[in-house]
């Protein structure tokens, strides 16, 4: 069996450039807040899609995101319990206080 030895001398920049790439990954930080542009491109969504699930209340201001200085912010945390259908209690407090006023207005009329 005869071994090629031509390309030893690459097995060090090889090695230099998996460590590098090892060490960036570990060094990587999980980003928890979104910008719209930034959710359309994690949940495959146009931007009109997200803005309109805003308006519809699909997105809840202070559960999935909030609104700092004409800037919205999504918790891509809550948007991933929002995608496989986890509800918080903060939501469903918040849907059960809406239900509750429902009701209310409905007997009062």
């Known amino acids: 069996m005869e071994l090629k030895l031509e390309n030893l001398e690459l097995i060090e920049t090889i090695h230099s450039m998996l460590v590098e790439l090892r060490d960036r ?3 990587e930080i999980e980003k928890r807040w979104l910008t ?3 959710l359309s491109k994690y ?10 699930m805003i308006q519809e209340q699909k997105f809840i201001c202070g559960i999935h995101y909030y609104k700092k200085v004409k800037k919205i912010l ?3 945390q809550q948007v991933d319990n929002w995608i496989m259908g986890i509800e918080s ?3 469903v407090a918040t849907n ?7 009701i209310i ?3 009062v009329s």
């Open 96 to 102: 059960n206080e809406n239900i509750t006023n429902d």
């Open 25 to 27: 990954k570990v060094n």
């Open 89 to 91: 209690n903060k939501l």
């Open 74 to 76: 999504f918790d891509k």
């Open 105 to 107: 207005l409905s007997l």
């Open 43 to 52: 949940i495959g969504y146009g931007k009109d899609s997200i803005n309109k």
């Open 36 to 38: 719209t542009t930034e």
